[in-house]
């Protein structure tokens, strides 16, 4: 099984990630280290990133998260997947099914979590912009929202009992 912990940048993608990917013995995937460093600039100097930047990185995560499942069947990712075919695109990375957790918080609490984060490149100018681009997942999507508002430990238990549970088939009948 592949694992996307999944949101905009502040919402605690890492710390969930981390926690999940220890409790199920598997590796975590840091998606934020396959970014480029023209990407990062322009991060960096308050430039949102568009599908141009994007495409490449998130060729490079789904690389990472094709190896971590033919090595062990199974890995973490954190990864925002902003965008449905963002998901499509790391889910076709991979031949094992693939599950969305999408960190859900408001505007408010992410920009406090983004002015108070020291050392990383994403300034919280360009909140407004993930949240414009952000897609929730559809009901036809193998994927779970969990409000950040939750203490991390009872996120990763929300997540592990979720995951646990069979994968229904979407209306189309295709498994993702």
């Not at 592949?2 to 840091?30: D, H, P, Q």
Request: proline share 6%.
């Amino acid at each position: 099984m592949a694992i996307v912990v999944m949101g905009v940048s502040g919402s605690g993608k890492s710390t969930l990630g981390a926690m999940l990917a220890a409790r199920l013995g598997c590796r975590f995937v840091e998606g934020d280290t396959f970014h480029d460093a023209a990407a990062i600039a322009m991060m960096r100097s308050g430039q949102p990133l568009g599908d141009r930047e994007r495409w490449p990185w998130l060729d490079r995560v789904g690389a990472a998260l094709a190896r971590e499942v033919s090595a062990i069947g199974v890995v973490v990712v954190a990864c925002s997947a902003l965008k449905r075919v963002y998901r499509d695109r790391l889910a076709g990375c991979v031949t094992v099914p693939t599950r969305f957790v999408l960190l859900d918080a408001d505007a408010d609490t992410l920009r406090e979590r983004l002015t108070e984060r020291a050392g990383h490149y994403m300034p919280p100018s360009l909140l407004a912009s993930q949240l414009a681009t952000l897609e929730r997942p559809g009901a036809d999507e193998a994927a779970l929202t969990l409000d950040t508002g939750t203490p991390p430990d009872l996120l990763a238990r929300t997540a592990l009992d979720w995951l646990e549970r069979p994968l229904a088939m979407p209306p189309n009948g295709t498994r993702r």
